[in-house]
């Protein structure tokens, strides 16, 4: 019988633990932009954008001003997409101009760095920020390019065999981070 592979799961951040850690990324994001009207939270497809949403309901309720937040797909800027494959891509949606506006990209896993690369491209063509931080919600290393979040989650480093799962109600029906190793079955 040929092996097959099997997915254990270890879970990294509970529910709770994962809104403990929004929260306080949210917090961390006031006290680098004190200037809640300059920021524009854009969130990266698929998850991303989930939690940039929860994000800005976060700086929301610590600032009582509302927080813009969006959405940008790098997909058609990306230089790998024979190594990750191609998906359809989202629309980009931003509420207003880039220009000039402290912009935190937010994606929930950074991994090599590429979708980031190209999401810095893509955001490019929709003005010049003032400033471009990154937020991620999980850091598992292996980059392949000079990229680092400003903001962080959690660091959790990995092998190039496993994965991390980030789970939102919204997109999957349950929360929390799971560290993912494929294991061959005898």
Known sequence: ????????EI???????????????????????????????????TRGVYLSKLLAKYLEELSGKPVENGCLDPTFHRDDLDNVGTRIAQATDLPSSVDHREVVLIDDVIYTGRTIKAALEALHLWGRAKRVTLLAMVDRGHREVPIQPDFCGR???????????????????EEGIFLCKKKKSD
């Open 155 to 173: 660091i959790v480093p990995t092998s190039k065999d496993e994965t991390i799962d980030l789970r939102l109600r919204e997109v999957d029906g």
């Open 11 to 45: 879970e990294i951040l509970s529910k709770k633990e994962l809104d403990r850690t929004i929260k306080r990324l949210a917090s961390q994001i006031l006290e680098k932009i004190p200037n809640i009207s300059s920021l524009l939270l854009v969130g990266i497809p």
């Open 1 to 8: 019988m040929p092996d097959e592979v099997v997915k254990k």
